[in-house]
């Protein structure tokens, strides 16, 4: 079974290290004691508590409802216009997501280095990888 320490954890979700043992103090997310005493979360458990948190359809109001679920909160970087098109760079807990759209549709968003925004992708074509095969097996 494989297990994440809590500071793998939290690097995977993107947050700090303490508000996973905050969830885990909590009862929100399961973990247990190895061999030493460390928390350890199940790998099971942690896909199992990243879905849950996916998935918002309470129907809460200025919810907005789309067929992408991949969806990224993260925080404005940076902001480059030109006279037709926008790049927008925003970090998504660990990730760098970079977005090419018109500069219209930057401007009536209100993009600038800051802002908090969420990154939606939607993709015919997803590659997964794995960065240690031999770590991931636990």
Do not use: C, Y
């Not at 929100?28 to 879905?51: I, K, Q, Y």
């Amino acid at each position: 079974m494989t297990t994440f320490r809590i500071s793998e954890a939290a690097a995977l979700l993107g947050v700090s290290a303490d508000t996973v043992r905050r969830w885990v103090d909590g009862g929100r997310l399961p973990a247990v004691r190895d061999e030493h005493g460390h928390r350890r979360v199940p790998g099971a458990e942690l896909a199992a508590f990243v879905r849950d948190q996916g998935r918002r359809g309470d129907g809460e109001p200025g919810e907005r409802f789309s067929s992408a679920r991949n969806r990224m909160r993260g925080i404005v970087t940076d902001v480059h216009r030109d006279g037709v098109m926008a790049q927008v760079e925003m970090q998504a807990g660990p990730f760098r997501v970079v977005s090419l759209m018109s500069r219209e549709a930057a401007d009536e968003l209100g993009l600038e280095v800051g802002v908090v925004a969420e990154a939606v992708v939607k993709s015919t074509n997803v590659v997964v990888e794995l960065p240690d095969p031999a770590r991931a097996r636990g």
